[in-house]
């Protein structure tokens, strides 16, 4: 399928690793050029070499902390007027939420819910005018099934969800749509260092933190982050145009209700 978006332009956050790069590479695939941002420079240009390699697609980077206003001010003079923002950060840390302090809560908020904002903030304007927009939130299934030991993580991006569902139908008239992209398990580092984490937290190993975790999920497997690439470039798409404010969960069928 013509997903009808080559040649625009997309602000891919956290891009380095994981669900971003992914995202990244599936939008290259449909032609469109990308401002790619994270914290680690390596890893972030290693990305970008292998995604122009095999799209031919142009690829900037940025390295840029957006939990503060330098690091988003640097990835918008690259990319000012972005007709796709992927948003999406590096979650919190796991834990026991009596050991958190005030500080943590905050840095969280900034991370999942406040950067996201400050973005959207300051593209949106531009894609109203031009009468495309695509913002995507990468968020997390815990937004509909709250994760023990994930608190930081629960209650920073249920904020964020609130505010996009306002938003989002506030400028659906103008082609432009605000969606969230809800990952359960998928396979990538962060739930490689969260596993030993929560397995030491219970006494438990590892491996036994895995096994009760694939025995929740029908399709009996972690995600690949390319399934969850595709299905954000489908949301970027021009066929996406009347689905906005959802909040579409990809998680193997591990979350049993209907709404």
């Known amino acids: ?66 939990s503060t206003a330098e690091g988003r001010a640097a990835v918008l003079a690259t990319c000012p007027d972005p007709d796709i923002v992927i948003n999406n950060n590096g979650g919190p840390p796991t834990g026991d939420f009596r050991k958190f302090t005030r500080e943590d809560w905050l840095h969280a908020l900034d991370m999942n819910m406040l950067t996201p904002i400050e973005l959207i903030k300051a593209t949106i304007d531009g894609m109203v005018a031009r009468r495309f927009g695509r913002i995507v939130n990468i968020t997390s299934g815990a937004v509909k099934a709250p994760m023990p030991q994930f608190d930081l993580s629960n209650g920073a991006r249920a904020g964020l ?22 990952p359960g398990l998928f396979n990538t580092d962060r739930m490689a260092n969260a596993f030993p984490t929560i397995a030491k937290s219970r006494g438990i190993s590892t491996e036994q933190v895995i096994a009760e975790r694939l025995q929740n999920i029908p399709a009996g497997r972690l995600g690949d982050t390319a399934e969850f690439g595709d299905a954000c470039a489908f ?24 709404l």
């Open 235 to 258: 949301l970027c798409s021009a066929q996406a145009g009347y689905i906005t404010g959802q909040n579409l969960l990809l998680d193997g069928g591990a979350y049993r209700g209907l």
């Open 1 to 66: 399928m013509d997903t009808g978006i080559r040649g625009r332009k997309a602000l891919v956050c956290a891009a380095s690793k994981g669900l971003g790069r992914a995202c990244a590479r599936a939008l290259a695939r449909e032609g469109v050029s990308l401002t790619i941002c994270a914290r680690g420079a390596a890893a972030l240009e290693t990305a970008a070499a292998e995604i122009r390699a095999e799209s031919g697609v142009e690829v900037l980077t940025v390295v840029a902390d957006l």
């Open 161 to 182: 969800t609130g505010f996009i569902g306002g938003l989002a139908r506030q400028v659906a008239q103008h082609n432009v749509t605000l969606n969230n992209l809800l």
